[in-house]
């Protein structure tokens, strides 16, 4: 993933910020439920939904696995009051 954000080496287009997910997953969520799309833009809004939700599950995964170290170091340094 590149600095600017537009993609990685390969092309690959990087990874949104998770809140920029979650939003747009939300809203389209709304589109769907409001229905009158045709089958195709029903299909191409579930198949996009689908990558933000996999992309918030990452978001947030990274984000578990970071107070789970954050939390062993705090426990190994034997000071369990001590802030992060």
């Known amino acids: ?3 600017s954000g537009s993609g990685d080496a390969q092309g690959q287009p990087a990874r949104p ?3 920029q997910a979650r939003d747009e997953l939300a809203e389209l ?3 769907l439920e409001a229905g009158g799309l045709t089958l195709e833009q029903s299909l191409q809004l579930w198949e996009r939904g689908e990558h ?7 978001w947030l995964e ?3 696995a ?3 170290e ?4 705090r426990s190994e340094d034997g000071d369990p009051e001590a802030p992060f």
């Open 52 to 58: 933000l939700a996999a992309v918030c599950t990452e």
């Open 29 to 31: 969520v709304k589109r």
């Open 1 to 3: 993933m590149t600095a």
């Open 70 to 73: 954050a939390m062993a170091r």
């Open 17 to 19: 910020p998770y809140e």
């Open 62 to 64: 990274g984000a578990r």
């Open 66 to 68: 970071r107070l789970a």
